[in-house]
């Protein structure tokens, strides 16, 4: 747990300035590594996915992977960067255990794309304008597991284990300038851009762009410095953030942790931070290093990148749809109010609830869903709705059962429950459950039959005309059915059975 103490967020906003840089690293979908032949592939057993070259043995050489480049080119003209017609390599020099070659081969000085800006739309229409000072190309590390100790972190933990099945899995990292200007808006806009990225690179078929496996991971910078005072502050940089919520949530901790430790007269410490999601704080990592830090040379077993201008107007001309016209298209088709259509901005569903649409969905249920029910489990699981384990063809089939009345509303509640407890598909829970809508008239009257003895009160004013009093019944009904009665098929048999026109 940390023991940090943080100021309330409006006393550092009346005190302090953020300023804010972000890291973004995207996991290209590429069907092989960055430098080798290994598959490129999430979730398999540890270690199977590797050879010699990513491994780091002696005497191999690596070779550069053509779709990562052209994905890296991609993802830099959709940012509106400059393409380099002449980019290199170097080696990143640094010690651990997830780096078997002890370096990492990435871009220093010259990364194939520079120079671009990308425009943040935030919940009220407010435009972020933020600059991309590069997005580069290199390789991702392994993964280490740490055992033992209770929070699965290095600290307290008695050993690691390592995976390098993601090691020299391609990336490309995107780094933006300093952005300043954000004032008490800064956690929402660091939400709102890792959104963006994120949208751009699966939009652009780049990247599975799954925050929950890691292929998007944010570094957030922050540093704080009093309002009138050009002199940036110190920053530190919390490390691998992994969903959206999380780096809204880092970005706020850390401004009022920056801010808490400048009133006390102490200097900031440049450092990385670990983010806590249980405790939605940050911990100190490492002194931060700098790039001398890391003895950064060209790599000496590659060849420099060579982008002709055909090259890049050839991929320039594959670019998709760009994703503000996209979703100017998508609410047209879905009929979507302005308010609407932002709330599934902002909740980060917008390809969710596309996919779910796509699947068979009418708009109307697949907003239902996702804005509704899902969204609200995933705020009690403190987890972005799109990791909750619903897929858009779960809420396909659920709605198809309600279509078929073989199920209602209620009913699809309870399903939803089985499927994330894992009992399987939606009509494989009502089948387990019993939880099918009971349609059988003669069930249904006996049913009725007792509501209507239970409530003769009710009953007499039904036969007085007082028609609308029969969802007493119908309630009386659906209690004793445990919500499984069809609701519609009752009312018209409680009228028929007290012999008024309904």
Same mark, same amino acid.
């Given at each position: ?41 999430? /979730? ?31 993802? /830099? ?105 954000? /004032? ?314 007290? /012999?008024?026109?309904?």
């Amino acid at each position: 747990m940390t023991t940090e103490t943080i100021l309330s967020f409006e006393e550092a906003m009346e005190k302090y300035e953020p300023v804010l840089g972000f890291e973004v690293h995207v996991e290209l979908n590429t069907k092989t590594k960055m430098f080798s032949s290994a598959p490129n592939v999430f /979730g398999d057993e540890p270690n199977t996915n590797v050879n010699e070259v990513c491994l780091g043995l002696p005497g191999v050489l690596p070779v550069v992977n053509r779709q990562a480049v052209e994905s890296s080119i991609l993802i /830099g003209l959709a940012l509106n960067c400059k393409i380099a017609p002449h980019s290199t390599f170097a080696r990143k020099q640094y010690f651990y255990p997830d780096t078997p070659k002890n370096f990492q081969t990435s871009q220093y000085d010259d990364p194939i794309c520079y120079d671009g800006w990308i425009d943040i739309e935030l919940e009220d229409g407010t435009v972020f304008h933020v600059e991309i000072e590069r997005a580069h190309m290199e390789e991702d590390a392994g993964k280490l597991t740490h055992m033992g100790g209770s929070t699965g972190r290095i600290q307290g933990a008695d050993f690691s284990l390592v995976d390098y099945n993601r090691s020299g899995v391609p990336l490309v990292e995107i780094v933006t300038k300093t952005i300043e200007g954000a /004032g008490s808006r800064a956690p929402e806009l660091a939400k709102a851009y890792v959104a963006a990225i994120r949208e751009i690179v699966k939009n652009l078929g780049v990247s599975e762009a799954k925050m929950e496996h890691g292929n998007v991971r944010c570094d957030a910078n922050v540093s704080l410095r009093p309002h009138g005072q050009e002199k940036l502050g110190t920053r530190t940089e919390t490390k691998n953030v992994n969903s959206l919520r999380a780096v809204e949530n880092a970005v706020k901790f850390e401004i009022q942790r920056h801010a808490a430790v400048l009133d006390s007269g102490t200097p900031i410490t440049q450092e990385t931070r670990h983010w806590h999601e249980d405790t939605k704080s940050t911990t100190s990592g490492r002194p931060k290093s700098d790039a001398d830090d890391y003895r950064y040379f060209p790599e000496p077993d590659l060849v420099p990148i060579v982008t002709s201008a055909a090259w890049v107007e050839e991929l320039r001309a594959t670019l998709p749809e760009p994703p503000a016209e996209r979703r100017k298209r998508l609410q047209a088709d879905w009929g979507y109010s302005d308010l609407e259509f932002r709330d599934v901005v902002n909740a980060a569903l917008l390809d969710e609830i596309e996919e779910t649409i796509a699947a068979g969905a009418t708009a109307a249920a697949a907003r239902k869903w996702w804005m509704g029910e899902i969204a609200r489990r995933a705020k009690l699981a403190d987890v972005d709705p799109a990791a909750l384990g619903v897929t858009p063809a779960v809420v396909v089939e659920i709605e198809k059962l309600i279509a078929t009345g073989a199920i209602n509303d209620k009913l699809a509640r309870k399903v939803l429950d089985g499927v994330l407890e894992g009992e399987g598909t939606p009509t494989e829970v009502v089948a387990k459950r019993g939880l099918a809508v009971v349609s059988d008239d003669g069930a249904l009257q006996t049913a009725i039959d007792e509501a209507l003895a239970a409530q003769p009160d009710v009953a007499e004013k039904i036969r007085g005309g007082k028609i609308q009093a029969v969802g007493a019944i119908v309630g009386g009904v659906m209690k004793v059915t445990r919500g499984q009665a069809d609701a519609a098929r009752v009312r018209e048999l409680i009228l028929e059975t007290l /012999g008024v026109e309904g």
